[in-house]
Structure formats: C-alpha cells, structure tokens
C-alpha cells in the first residue's frame, strides 16, 4: 500500500516550457487535491477534485490545469511555466468520513529559471 | 474566507521542555481541526485532529483541543524530544470537498 505517490520529485524547468505533474493514490479515495508550498506561506490550494469526472478551482489556480483521469490519478499541468511557478507542489487524497483527514504524497519541487 | 493564524516561529527549546504553538481560526460552519507536521524533505504527515467543539485530539504526546469559544486549536506537548524538530502546521477543513486552509508553519527545533 504506496499511498499517495508522485512523479517526478524534482524538475528545472526554463520560462515557458510545460510539464505534467502526476499524483496517483491507492487507498480507493474519492476527493484529491493539489497545493502548491512557498516559504513562510504554508500551503496553498491550487486546484481540487471531489469526485471522480469533477474538478475545481481553489486559492491559486491561475497558470494551471487539473485532469481527473480516473479514481486513482489527478494530474496538474503547467502550460507556460513562469518564475513565479517555483515551489513545491504537494499532492493529497481523502475518502471522506466525518473529519475529510487527507494523506498527503512526498512532493515535486519545481524550479522555473 | 476561511483563514488559520498561527503562532510564527521559529521555535527553539531545549529538550524536556514545554512546548505551546497557538493556532487561531475564523471559519463559518464547523470545521475539522487538524494539526500536521513536516519533516526536512518530507511530505505532510496528520498528527492529530479534531471535529468537533471540546474535542481533544492526541498523538505522540502531543495534545490540542478544539475550542468554539475562543476559536482556538493550540497545540502542546509536555516534554519535548530532538526528534520532534520539524515544521507543524495548523489547517481546518470545510468547502464541499472538505478543502484544507493551512496556518503559515512554525518551525521547531529541539536542542539536545
């Protein structure tokens, strides 16, 4: 049992290329989430999907997209990667339940040169 | 909005002692109260929660209770280890999707 798991951990990028960020989840939870971590500002959310076939915005969702592919996989995609893109993004899942506890995957730390 | 104000750090406390961060909250509803910690290079990892108002929530030793009156969720330990070093952050939940707003992080470092 992995939990949540993400690829790649680590990425430079140069302004204006895309990358895919991938998480995927095996513990059968409905909602999943994207944060995006930057120093002093703990963690912020970017994008979330409460269901499979559904998606929405959250805090920070400009310069993003978000792919529900199926129960266990919610990717985030950068099209134009921008400077300001440079953080660690942190994917997370949840089944519900009376407190919605999430589980979180050990994180991508982006580079934006 | 929501919102989570917690106490800024960093932290630095030799080893046995006491340890309070304050975490304060303004949200409209009920939120679930959590409290996570991160590790050096490590993801988040739940410590300890609470869902409902006098809830106390427990793990490790550390303790907080969930308080409507004062919209409070502090969290204590009463002896801590170096191995509790690390960033702990305070959150609640809520939105349909039971969303996470996070406190800003507190850094704690245990000196031995």
């Known amino acids: 049992n992995a939990g949540v798991t993400q690829t790649p951990k680590f990425q430079v990028l140069k302004t204006g290329q895309s990358m895919t960020l991938q998480c995927a989840q095996d513990?059968?939870?409905?909602?999943m989430y994207w944060y995006r971590q930057d120093p002093g500002m703990g963690l912020r959310l970017i994008y979330y999907?409460?269901?499979?076939?559904?998606?929405d915005k959250g805090e920070v969702p400009n310069g993003y997209n978000v792919s529900r592919l199926n129960k266990r996989e919610f990717s985030l995609r950068l099209e134009s990667a921008a400077p300001s893109q440079t953080s660690v993004y942190f994917c997370?899942?949840?089944?519900?339940?009376?407190?919605?506890?999430?589980?979180f995957g050990p994180g991508t730390r982006l580079t934006v040169t | 909005g929501d919102s989570v104000t917690q106490m800024e750090g960093p932290v630095t406390l030799s080893e046995e002692a006491f340890l309070t961060i304050n975490c304060t909250y303004t949200?409209?509803?009920?939120?679930?109260l959590f409290w996570y910690v991160q590790y050096p290079g490590e993801g988040l990892q739940l410590l300890l929660k609470?869902?409902?108002?006098?809830d106390k929530g427990s793990n490790k030793g550390f303790e907080a209770t969930y308080r409507k009156e004062t919209t409070s969720f502090h969290l204590e330990k009463g002896s801590v280890q170096v191995s509790d070093s690390a960033v702990y952050f305070c959150?609640?939940?809520?939105?349909?999707?039971?969303?996470?707003?996070f406190g800003s992080g507190t850094q704690l470092t245990v000196l031995p």
């Open positions: 997370a899942s949840s089944g519900g339940g009376a407190s919605y506890e999430q589980y």
């Open positions: 949200a409209t509803g009920y939120p679930s």
């Open positions: 609470a869902t409902k108002a006098d």
């Open positions: 999907s409460a269901s499979e076939g559904t998606t």
């Open positions: 513990m059968n939870h409905n909602s």
């Open positions: 959150a609640l939940s809520s939105g349909s999707a039971r969303q996470l707003t």
